[in-house]
Nanobody, 128 residues
Framework: QVQLVESGGGLVQAGGSLRLSCAAS????????MGWFRQAPGKEREFVAG????????YYADSVKGRFTISRDNAKNTLYLQMNSLKPEDTALYYC?????????????????????WGQGTQVTVSS
């Protein structure tokens, strides 16, 4: 069993920054790819960023590329999402998710079926 707990969300002005964290229980965190997703009110959940087991390769949605950075610290069982130059359209509930394999490729990153554990989410609100 894996538990994922997100933190770091909050209210920030447009152009500001936040860093989200996702603390994972269990010893197997380092073996799996991880992802960040978000869901805005009235919208479907969407993929934001992903990182393979070693941290050696990352993947981003076009909407956040160049502004967000995903990273992980396997020694601390923690996943991060550094969000810079935030926009009002980034407002959403942000979730971390554990992949079912060590590496994902291309369109696999965005498929919910490629993830088997999800956190409860942390709210990010960006004011204009």
């Amino acid at each position: 069993q894996v538990q994922l707990v997100e933190s770091g969300g909050g209210l920030v002005q447009a152009g500001g920054s936040l860093r989200l964290s996702c603390a994972a229980s269990g010893r197997i965190f380092s073996n799996y790819a991880m992802g960040w997703f978000r869901q805005a009110p009235g919208k479907e959940r969407e993929f934001v960023a992903g990182i393979i087991w070693s941290g050696g390769r990352t993947y981003y949605a076009d909407s956040v590329k160049g502004r967000f950075t995903i990273s992980r610290d396997n020694a601390k069982n923690t996943l991060y999402l550094q969000m810079n130059s935030l926009k009002p359209e980034d407002t959403a509930l942000y979730y971390c998710a554990k992949g079912t394999s060590s590496s994902l490729y291309g369109s696999q990153w965005g498929r919910s079926t490629e993830y088997d554990y999800w956190g409860q989410g942390t709210q990010v609100t960006v004011s204009s």
